[in-house]
């Protein structure tokens, strides 16, 4: 079934207004019509079973059948941290990641960031890569859409270690501590019912600097290797997320 996400201030208490281009595509691609069920979403502490009862130009009125548990996030917060890749790559770790349960996302600038960064262009990367994000929410009927955080520099990335209880920083270099083994024995000491903020740091496609990676150290992240292959910077953080979550169990694990 459908599902699409909308403001708090567009869920009211038996309806909901959905406008834009989601109004668009129940209309035109999804050829909606009265009484066609979907589900609805205000990301935040609301989701509904509801029914179509009105299509105008633009606008989409729902109702809303019945309320709905928001059961499909992980306890796991996961923070994604990657650095700016080339061409639409950070696309599609925001697609995946989505889907596998990531619950934000910050790129950065590093050593060896190959990309130049402009600012003014960036904005609108920003805005697309929010709108990769929301629909892959809905497609994996996530219950909140991800928050892709506007690009940071090294400095202020390291300063943001301090908000997380752990911070794993994938380094092709680390020939000691994987990341199951750094991170299995903290997630199996978690109470079931408590939550936990984790971000995985990924590097651009040349990787860290030793120097980098001294310097996430010092800042309080650990720095872990992801088996003995070398990943693209764009697989690393799906194989690091996937890897979390089944260590806490969401996907069957410990």
Same mark, same amino acid.
């Given at each position: 079934m459908q599902r699409y996400f909308v403001t708090p201030a567009q869920f009211g208490q038996d309806k909901v207004s959905i406008d834009g281009e989601d109004a668009r595509h129940i209309a035109k691609v999804m050829r909606g019509k009265a009484g066609d069920k979907l589900i609805v979403s205000d990301g935040v502490s609301r989701e509904a079973l509801a029914e179509i009862a009105e299509i105008e130009i633009g606008l989409v009125t729902v109702s809303i059948l019945e309320n709905l548990a928001m059961t499909h996030e992980p306890r796991?917060?996961?923070?994604?941290?990657?650095?700016?890749?080339?061409?639409?790559?950070?696309?599609?770790?925001?697609?995946?990641?989505? =889907?596998?349960? $990531? @619950?934000? *996302?910050?790129?950065?600038?590093? !050593?060896?960031?190959?990309?130049?960064?402009?600012?003014?262009?960036?904005?609108?990367?920003?805005?697309?890569?929010?709108?990769?994000?929301?629909?892959?929410?809905?497609?994996?009927?996530?219950?909140?859409?991800?928050?892709?955080?506007?690009?940071?520099?090294?400095?202020?990335?390291?300063?943001?270690?301090? =908000?997380?209880? $752990? @911070?794993? *920083?994938?380094?092709?270099?680390? !020939?000691?501590?994987?990341?199951?083994?750094?991170?299995?024995?903290?997630?199996?000491?978690?109470?079931?019912?408590s939550t936990a903020k984790v971000m995985i740091v990924v590097g651009p496609e040349g990787g860290f600097s030793p120097e980098e990676c001294r310097a996430a150290e010092e800042a309080g992240a650990v720095s872990v290797g992801l088996g003995a292959r070398i990943l693209r910077c764009e697989t690393a953080g799906m194989v690091a997320a996937a890897c979390i979550l089944y260590e806490s169990g969401e996907m069957g694990g410990a």
């Open positions: 796991i917060k996961i923070t994604v941290a990657q650095s700016l890749p080339k061409g639409d790559k950070l696309e599609t770790v925001i697609q995946k990641c989505t =889907e596998i349960g $990531a @619950v934000a *996302f910050t790129p950065f600038l590093s !050593e060896r960031t190959i990309v130049q960064y402009d600012e003014r262009k960036e904005s609108k990367r920003v805005e697309r890569w929010r709108k990769i994000c929301k629909e892959a929410a809905e497609q994996a009927h996530r219950n909140i859409v991800p928050e892709v955080h506007s690009p940071l520099s090294w400095k202020l990335l390291l300063k943001s270690f301090s =908000e997380y209880d $752990a @911070v794993y *920083f994938c380094y092709e270099k680390e !020939e000691g501590l994987q990341l199951r083994s750094a991170a299995a024995p903290w997630l199996s000491s978690l109470p079931q019912d």
